[in-house]
């Protein structure tokens, strides 16, 4: 199924037959409105129509059947991340001596991690609200909307990769230590002195990216001193979120 964003709805075209109606994407051609049901249908031109009349953008998902790419769902007027079925991803990452689990959430292209933090004895609760939002703005900032996806008919149609932490008590990917800095950090320990970039790069631990730092235990680690997230905790490059739009079945470029 693919993902597209930033579409617009340049013809309609419908007949009296049941749920036998298209659309003409700019750019795209046409594409037949999921047939599974009258009601499905109707909504879907319905949303199709208003997207033509108001000329705004629409997300949405498509699909090959037959000699046909046929739309299942419509989303939002906006050219931001579409949604879908969430799907929850877990896979064992091992790089020299390091190895754990990275986890995280996919729908469509917004990336959630939850994460349960448990602070050490004597963190106060303030401390521990104002380190949330800290990490949170270094890692959704740091991540989100710098690349987006595209099917390989081209990038008109991009849309936008964003991340999200979720702070949960519950149902967690990840559990991390919370320990009164200053203090070595790493994915599953960090410290009351972690700013919101150390966060960006353990957050990319749990999306399964391993280090890009010189380490003496990992001699030939490659490749190193890249200048990214994983290395310095500076930039997110195109190779580090590439995964998420492969996993849709479409190419990664730049927004």
């Known amino acids: ?26 750019n795209r051609g046409w594409r037949k409105l999921d047939n599974s049901s009258t009601q499905i249908c109707t909504r879907l031109l319905a949303l199709a129509a208003l997207a033509k009349q108001r000329n705004v953008a629409i997300s949405l998902h498509e699909e090959q059947r037959g000699g046909d790419l046929v739309i299942t769902e419509i989303y939002d007027y906006a050219a931001g991340g579409a949604m879908g079925p969430t799907e929850e991803v877990s896979f064992a990452v091992n790089e020299c001596v390091y190895g754990w689990t ?57 849309c936008a990769l964003t991340f999200s932490v979720e702070w949960v008590d519950s149902n967690e990917h990840n559990t991390v230590a919370v320990h009164v800095g200053p203090s070595r950090s790493d994915m599953t320990n960090w410290d009351t002195m972690d700013t919101g970039d150390v966060a960006s790069h353990e957050f990319g631990h749990m999306l399964g990216h391993p280090d890009e730092y010189p380490d003496a235990a990992c001699p030939r680690r490659s490749p190193v001193s890249t200048g990214t997230v994983m ?25």
Request: net charge neutral; aromatic share 8%; with cysteine.
């Open 1 to 26: 199924m693919t993902v597209l964003c930033g579409c617009f709805v340049d013809g309609l075209w419908a007949i009296n037959e049941t749920a036998n109606a298209w659309v003409w994407l700019r």
């Open 102 to 158: 990275a986890a995280y959430a996919q729908r469509g292209t917004h990336v959630t991690v939850r994460v349960r933090l448990v602070p050490d004895a004597g963190i106060s609760a303030a401390t521990m609200n104002t380190l949330r939002d800290t990490w949170r703005r270094g890692i959704e900032d740091k991540w989100s909307n710098r690349f987006g996806c595209c099917d390989s008919a081209g990038c008109d149609c991009r």
């Open 231 to 255: 290395d310095d905790n500076t930039e997110v490059v195109e190779r580090l979120v590439r995964p998420f739009c492969d996993r849709l079945g479409e190419t990664t470029s730049a927004l």
